[in-house]
């Protein structure tokens, strides 16, 4: 009696696993792909006022108020905080301080954009905006700054 053929299970286990991790990767990753790009295009959605353009940074301004200890260089900016420019247009070096005349008070945190122009949708009332420009993009944001 001749030998029986031999069989390809082998091959065939490798398509099941094959097929199995794109099933689990696919979805995976849509959902990462959804929610980088939700991230980075927050709040498009919102209805488009006219706006007369904002200046892209604060100018320097004199402040009555003692300087913080040490600003740190990354120091976090939320919205209600007040800041004051200790550096130029070109320049700006935002410091917080407490809220008061001839400061600005942060009424957006737009993360990981460059785009100041967003500003101009997502907060209409915004008279400046800040732009942190992160080597990486992750870490970028944009203030929307309206003066008191």
């Given at each position: 009696?001749p030998?029986?053929a031999?069989?390809?299970s082998?091959?065939n286990?490798?398509?099941?696993?094959a097929?199995v991790v794109?099933l689990?990767l696919?979805?995976?990753?849509?959902?990462a792909?959804?929610?980088?790009?939700?991230v980075?295009?927050?709040?498009?959605?919102v209805?488009r006022?006219p706006s007369t353009?904002?200046?892209?940074?604060p100018?320097a301004?004199p402040s009555?108020?003692?300087?913080?200890a040490?600003?740190t260089l990354?120091?976090?900016?939320?919205?209600?905080?007040c800041v004051v420019?200790?550096?130029s247009e070109?320049?700006?070096q935002?410091?917080?301080?407490?809220c008061?005349?001839n400061?600005?008070?942060v009424?957006?945190?737009?993360?990981a954009?460059t785009?100041?122009?967003?500003?101009?949708?997502l907060?209409?009332?915004?008279?400046?905006?800040?732009?942190h420009d992160?080597s990486?993009?992750?870490?970028?944001?944009v203030?929307?700054?309206?003066?008191?």
């Amino acid at each position: 009696m001749p030998p029986a053929a031999p069989t390809k299970s082998g091959r065939n286990v490798a398509l099941i696993i094959a097929a199995v991790v794109l099933l689990v990767l696919c979805p995976c990753l849509g959902l990462a792909g959804w929610a980088i790009w939700k991230v980075a295009d927050a709040g498009s959605d919102v209805a488009r006022t006219p706006s007369t353009s904002a200046p892209v940074v604060p100018p320097a301004l004199p402040s009555d108020a003692p300087p913080s200890a040490v600003p740190t260089l990354d120091e976090e900016f939320a919205r209600g905080d007040c800041v004051v420019n200790d550096g130029s247009e070109d320049d700006a070096q935002l410091r917080k301080v407490p809220c008061g005349p001839n400061t600005y008070q942060v009424l957006l945190r737009i993360p990981a954009t460059t785009d100041g122009d967003r500003c101009e949708t997502l907060a209409p009332q915004a008279t400046a905006n800040y732009v942190h420009d992160n080597s990486v993009d992750l870490f970028d944001y944009v203030l929307c700054l309206k003066k008191r």
